[in-house]
């Protein structure tokens, strides 16, 4: 039988995709599609019950998926992570930087704390997870697929009345131009480097803020609802695919139309 060439250009069969933040949320989503579409997974993510539960959720749906937990606020994780997981699948294909840590506090008594522990996570965690993957498996293979996970905080201040979320919003924002800067740097080696900016999706991180401000944020979305568990799919298996393989250093928002008014 004759694979349609659509069909080929999606299939990530033979692939290895490793995700930081796998284990719940917008990276649990995201490796509901990879491995719906062939790529083996590798789930990498702070807590071994959730890294558990989430393994055996794709297992389920008939997916393969290797668990290692480890902390990338801690600088030692990456290479520790890239190490385990070359030793056991050999490769890795995609990277999607997924994990992630939000601080909610007005500017002026912002604490120095939970600036820290954002940026570190955000964005330290995930250069030096990245730096690693690259060294170690995609610049050596001439060929690459990176996602980031950026937020539609990077570009706009939060609307008057919701708490602020300064050290979060930096980060997205150093996200973005990250993203554009290696893409242009790694793209001679045969990476694509890109990025998706989700607006408000139900998770535990929004669980608080869309508790008291969800409907306020639907009525000022266009198309007029949150972002749900298959909203992120169809471009997470883009940017990872040979689909997308012309596509890279962009930013998608995929936030129903809420950056547009």
Same mark, same amino acid.
């Given at each position: 039988? &004759? =694979?349609?060439? +659509? ?9 290895v995709?490793? #995700?930081?933040?796998?284990?719940r ?6 490796a509901?599609?990879?491995?719906e ?12 019950? @959730? ?11 008939? &997916?393969?998926?290797v668990?290692?937990a480890?902390? +990338? ?8 992570? &890239? ?6 699948c050999g490769? #890795?294909?995609?990277? !999607? ?6 601080? @909610? ?12 522990? !954002? ?16 060294? =170690? ?7 690459g ?10 570009f ?6 919701m708490?602020g ?10 996200? !973005?131009?990250?993203?554009?800067s290696?893409?242009?740097e790694?793209? $001679?080696?045969?990476?694509? =480097? ?13 669980? =608080?803020? +869309? ?14 609802? +949150?972002? @749900? $568990? ?24 995929i936030?129903?139309?809420?950056? &547009?008014?």
């Amino acid at each position: 039988m &004759v =694979v349609p060439m +659509l069909k080929k250009l999606f299939d990530l069969s033979g692939r290895v995709a490793l #995700i930081s933040g796998g284990s719940r949320g917008l990276g649990l989503q995201i490796a509901e599609a990879l491995g719906e579409y062939g790529a083996k997974l590798v789930l990498t993510a702070r807590k071994e019950a @959730g890294l558990a539960a989430a393994s055996a959720h794709l297992a389920a749906q008939g &997916v393969e998926a290797v668990a290692i937990a480890a902390d +990338l606020s801690n600088q030692a994780a990456a290479e520790t992570i &890239v190490a385990e997981a070359m030793a056991t699948c050999g490769r #890795i294909d995609i990277l !999607v930087n997924n994990a992630g840590a939000a601080w @909610g506090a007005p500017a002026e008594t912002h604490p120095l704390e939970g600036w820290r522990k !954002v940026l570190d996570l955000n964005l330290t965690g995930m250069f030096l997870l990245t730096q690693a993957v690259g060294r =170690v498996a995609m610049l050596p293979a001439g060929a690459g697929r990176i996602l980031n996970i950026a937020s539609i905080e990077a570009f706009r201040g939060r609307p008057r009345g919701m708490p602020g979320v300064l050290a979060y919003a930096t980060s997205k924002g150093g996200i !973005v131009s990250f993203t554009r800067s290696l893409a242009a740097e790694w793209g $001679p080696h045969g990476i694509t =480097v890109n990025a998706i900016a989700p607006g408000f999706f139900p998770s535990k991180m929004t669980a =608080v803020t +869309l508790e008291r401000f969800a409907g306020g944020i639907v009525a000022a979305t266009p198309l007029g609802k +949150l972002g @749900g $568990p298959h909203d992120l799919k169809g471009a997470a298996l883009l940017f990872a695919s040979d689909a997308g393989g012309h596509i890279t250093g962009q930013v998608l928002a995929i936030d129903g139309g809420a950056t &547009v008014v």
